[in-house]
């Protein structure tokens, strides 16, 4: 069953997400943690998380398609274990496509809300 309106025209359904994405303003970033990398949580998805990277030790390596693991810490409190494949490492960034351990749909919506209410006057793009 698709989600896709069926008078929608071609191309408004190949720019169409399949999965709501939330963006953080930067005091509200979630941290990310996964042994010696550390970071915040600029944007997510159930089954994406883009990360701008604090400093990562020399020795700490990845590379595209490797799996990797960790943990998301929301300003809820609430924590939410992810797990998926490296899409980027490098230059202050860590991109994670998540598969099996995916943020749960009801976290994202949670989190669209708390922003909304907190930020009224932010517009949707």
Known sequence: ??????????QDVENRRQYYRVEYPVVDRPQFASGAIHGLVSDCSETGVRVELGPVPG???LEVGERMGGTVRF???????????????????LILRL???RIPFAQILREQWWLRRKYPWRTAK
């Open 75 to 93: 300003k809820s409190g609430a924590a939410v274990d992810v797990a998926g494949d490296v899409v980027r490492f490098g230059d202050g960034l």
């Open 59 to 61: 020795d700490v390596t």
């Open 1 to 10: 069953m698709s989600d896709q309106p069926t008078s929608a025209r071609p």
């Open 99 to 101: 598969d099996r351990q």
